[in-house]
């Protein structure tokens, strides 16, 4: 099956740095790669994703990149602010059985003040 | 509101006692799954429903059954509990259209204690 690594594990930026965070993957097949936030005490939530037809998607201060040769997948957050602290997941899925999800292991991103 | 409940948000159990997760969504979601969450190990999919009395296993579906009756309900049965399935669990729902998955909707969580 797939498998999804994702580094760094901690990550401490000062606020107003940007921030990055990376997944690789190993199923040449995923073809949907979402990102996750999960803020302490809830459910993750979906901050953006890419499709495979596309290399770059932004959303104000979040973008994600996505280069399928080398399979890996990066979260940019410019400007961070202190309620970008969680702790974020990276996912892969493919699209002939895309109904099967795996995840990054997270990591957990602290913006001091 | 749109949202994702499940239910209990907390339960202590004993190894062996019979127990189920009510899940359940109100956007007429088709897809529905259930995932575990571990120290290190980020999100591991236990099952996945793609619409109701379809049902398929994730990647850890030992210990774990599912039943899809009606399409706003995804219940997580544990037969016979173990310590090992002490962790964080969350449901999720997504609208699908074809083969393409739209946003997912995780729950609130549910932690599970198993003594």
């Known amino acids: 099956g797939e498998n999804v690594e994702q580094h760094p594990s901690t990550l401490s930026v000062q606020e107003g740095d940007s921030a990055v965070i990376k997944c690789t993957y190993s199923d040449s097949a995923s073809n949907y790669f979402p990102w996750y936030k999960q803020e302490l005490g809830k459910g993750p939530q979906l901050i953006i994703d890419?499709?495979?037809?596309?290399g770059e998607k932004k959303d104000q201060r979040i973008a994600v990149t996505l280069n399928k040769t080398a399979k890996h997948f990066s979260l940019h957050i410019t400007e961070t602010q202190p309620e970008d602290s969680a702790v974020y997941f990276c996912a892969a899925s493919r699209g002939d059985n895309f109904n099967k999800f795996y995840f990054g292991s997270g990591t957990k991103l602290n913006v001091k003040p | 509101e749109a949202q994702v409940t499940q239910n209990p948000r907390y339960l202590i159990t004993v190894t062996g006692k019979k127990l189920t997760v009510t899940c359940s969504q109100n956007?007429?979601?088709?897809?529905m799954s259930w995932y575990r969450q571990d120290p290190g190990l980020g999100l591991r999919q236990i099952y996945y429903?793609?619409?109701?009395?379809?049902?398929d296993k994730g990647d850890v579906p030992e210990g774990y059954k599912v039943s899809r009756k009606e399409k706003r309900n995804f219940p997580l049965i544990l037969e016979s509990p173990s310590p090992n399935q002490t962790s964080l669990y969350f449901c999720?729902?997504?609208?699908?259209?074809?083969?393409?998955?739209?946003?997912?909707?995780f729950g609130p969580g549910t932690r599970l204690l198993v003594l």
């Open positions: 890419i499709r495979s037809n596309v």
């Open positions: 999720a729902s997504s609208l699908t259209s074809g083969s393409r998955m739209e946003t997912q909707y």
């Open positions: 956007m007429n979601h088709e897809y």
């Open positions: 429903s793609m619409n109701v009395e379809v049902t």
